[in-house]
T-cell receptor
Framework: DVKVTQSSRYLVKRTGEKVFLECVQD?????MFWYRQDPGLGLRLIYF???????EKGDIPEGYSVSREKKERFSLILESASTNQTSMYLC???????????FGDGTRLSIL | RKEVEQDPGPFNVPEGATVAFNCTYS??????FFWYRQDCRKEPKLLMS???SGNEDGRFTAQLNRASQYISLLIRDSKLSDSATYLC?????????????FGKGTTLSVSS
């Protein structure tokens, strides 16, 4: 069974802090994704990666960066956290091609 | 026009009812289609892929109409456990690493 693991279920940080969200998958998937989900807005794609050291901007990349140094790990970085980045963050992975994505449990991030 | 549109609901139905959800997508080049299910405060999970010829999985039937750019999900004999948000998902293209686009979801509540 596919396992996508996010490092924290709940996280509280302060405005201006640099925040790292980690995601690891154990299925040798090429693709990895970061989304945020907010009430009334649905899932919005922040960044994705289809190979090691490759990254592509999603629909809302502003204020975020990512790192993919190893195939199994995809990190989301909030360079200087702001209150409008309080959200549920979801990581997903998939094989290349027309394959569905598998999601981690999500990280509920609060920026105070 | 939003890339993927769904009726947000909520759909409130009694146990045993048949309920249908509709979804439209705007990009005619879209290649792959899925229905995901998301329980409250949980991550999205793949319910079923949607194939051109239509496909069935137990009480669930998915249909695709490429000419009208329309996807549907039919749930027969609704159970209490079917209560969830159902996300219509479209893959933009067939290139490596193409991201999925999620609808905002349709909420279903099944009551006894």
């Amino acid at each position: 069974d596919v396992k996508v693991t996010q490092s924290s279920r709940y996280l509280v940080k302060r405005t201006g802090e640099k925040v790292f969200l980690e995601c690891v998958q154990d299925m040798d998937h090429e693709n990895m994704f970061w989304y945020r989900q907010d009430p009334g807005l649905g899932l919005r794609l922040i960044y994705f990666s289809y190979d090691v050291k490759m990254k592509e901007k999603g629909d809302i990349p502003e204020g975020y960066s990512v790192s993919r140094e190893k195939k199994e790990r995809f990190s989301l970085i909030l360079e200087s956290a702001s209150t409008n980045q309080t959200s549920m963050y979801l990581c997903a992975s998939s094989f290349l091609g027309n394959q569905p994505q598998h999601f981690g449990d999500g990280t509920r991030l609060s920026i105070l | 026009r939003k890339e993927v549109e769904q009726d947000p609901g909520p759909f409130n139905v009694p146990e045993g009812a048949t309920v249908a959800f509709n979804c439209t997508y705007s990009n005619s080049a879209s290649q792959s289609f899925f229905w995901y299910r998301q329980d409250c405060r949980k991550e999205p999970k793949l319910l079923m892929s949607v194939y051109s010829s239509g496909n069935e999985d137990g009480r669930f039937t998915a249909q695709l109409n490429r000419a009208s750019q329309y996807i549907s999900l039919l749930i027969r004999d609704s159970k209490l456990s079917d209560s969830a948000t159902y996300l219509c998902v479209v893959k933009r293209g067939d290139q490596a690493g193409t991201a999925l686009i999620f609808g905002k979801g349709t909420t279903l509540s099944v009551s006894s």
